[in-house]
């Protein structure tokens, strides 16, 4: 399904219209690559993956808003293919080495613990950081961004 025609019927869904409507999205996918990407949509539309995180220097670099509660994004397979559309209900400012277990549970990849997400993010944030030539750090904020599906 296109990302529009997602939209169009979740406006529809809630009695709303492209016309008539006030809300507004952002499409993406998760991580940088297919594999990952198609992954994490799966996840996310299985309930299982309910936050995501994000290097707030790299929000910067990019001069990119950062996430509000109630924002809606429609998450994509890589290939653009709506998955599903997601409402964040909470953003955190948290430093990388004080993300917790329960952050990682969250999150929901891989084995849910704090050591795969800690590993899987350390090497996803020193690839970024070094393609917006910075240097990542222990102590970088992250940008915790929880949400709920609501509409598939």
């Known amino acids: ?15 709303e ?6 809300k507004t999205y952002e499409a993406w996918y998760f991580c940088n690559n297919e594999i990952d990407a198609n992954n994490l949509a799966d996840l996310t539309k299985r309930g299982i993956k309910r936050a995501t995180a994000g290097l707030k220097k790299s929000y910067e670099v990019e001069r990119e808003s950062l996430p509000k509660e109630k924002d809606l994004h429609i998450i994509t397979y890589f290939d653009g293919t709506a998955a599903c ?3 964040v209900t909470k953003v955190e400012m948290i430093p990388f080495n004080e993300i917790t277990e329960e952050n ?4 929901g990849e891989g084995d849910g613990s704090l ?3 800690r590993e899987g993010h350390l090497k996803f944030f020193k690839e970024e950081a070094k393609a917006y030539d910075f240097e990542f750090r222990g102590n970088d904020l992250v940008v915790f961004m929880t949400f709920k599906v609501i509409h598939q």
């Open 104 to 107: 990682a549970k969250v999150e």
């Open 1 to 15: 399904m296109t990302v529009e025609t997602m939209w169009r019927n979740y406006l529809k869904s809630i009695g």
């Open 115 to 117: 050591a795969y997400w």
């Open 17 to 22: 219209s492209v016309i008539t409507t006030d």
């Open 85 to 87: 559309i997601i409402e």
